[in-house]
Antibody, heavy 118, light 107 residues
């Protein structure tokens, strides 16, 4: 059974940092791209960052230069290092596995809430 | 960035009725279009990928069609568990953008 489990969310002050983790199981982790998607309270979905099987990375313009995605295939884990956090980064952050047949997201975690507030 | 729009914003439907949701891309995305269902407090669930292929364990009452810039999701006979928010997403160009969603609620 495929499982995706995020952790690391919490309350942080503006300008602060946080590192999210996403532990995956039930599939050959190193063979799939992984993506972080966020959802601000009451709002829609936004792709934040993606990391491919070769380690190639992509970022939304809104987080470029502040967030860093990485993966550890030996630990079946993907990370999102978030620096210089702003109030507008407040959201539930989901980790999602990319489908092998397309770039859609076939398995999602339950999400972890990041709140940026003083 | 490709902008995705969805219509209507809200669709009120009676159980057993048919629902048709629309999604439009600001430029062609080929068939690289996915549909997700999200219920309150839950993560999104993949319904359709490649514009028309149902994901694993998705009932046959869900169908998708379209290519290029115009897409539809049809739910042939709404069940109580289908009342939710539905998002389309283009998976052609990064960033993979989502539409604003269509809420399907009970009439």
């Amino acid at each position: 059974e495929v499982q995706v489990l995020e952790s690391g969310g919490g309350l942080v002050q503006p300008g602060g940092s946080l590192r999210l983790s996403c532990a995956a199981s039930g599939f050959t982790f190193g063979s799939y791209a992984m993506t972080w998607v966020r959802q601000a309270p009451g709002k829609g979905l936004e792709c934040v960052s993606n990391i491919g099987v070769s380690g190639s990375t992509y970022y939304a313009d809104s987080v470029k230069g502040r967030f860093t995605i990485s993966r550890d295939n030996s630990q079946n884990t993907v990370y999102l290092q978030m620096n210089s956090l702003r109030a507008e980064d407040t959201a539930v952050y989901y980790c999602a596995k990319t489908s092998g047949g397309s770039w859609s997201f076939d398995y999602w975690g339950q999400g972890t809430l990041v709140t940026v507030s003083s | 960035e490709i902008v995705m729009t969805q219509s209507p914003a809200t669709l009120s439907v009676s159980p057993g009725e048919r629902a048709t949701l629309s999604c439009r891309a600001s430029q062609s995305v080929g068939s690289n279009l996915a549909w997700y269902q999200q219920k309150s407090g839950q993560a999104p669930r993949l319904l359709i990928y490649g514009a028309s292929t149902r994901a694993t364990d998705i009932p046959a009452r869900f169908s998708g069609r379209g290519s290029g810039t115009e897409f539809t999701l049809t739910i042939s006979s709404l069940q109580s568990e289908d009342f939710a928010v539905y998002y389309c997403q283009q998976c052609n160009n990064w960033p993979f953008t989502f539409g604003p969603g269509t809420t399907v609620d009970i009439k």
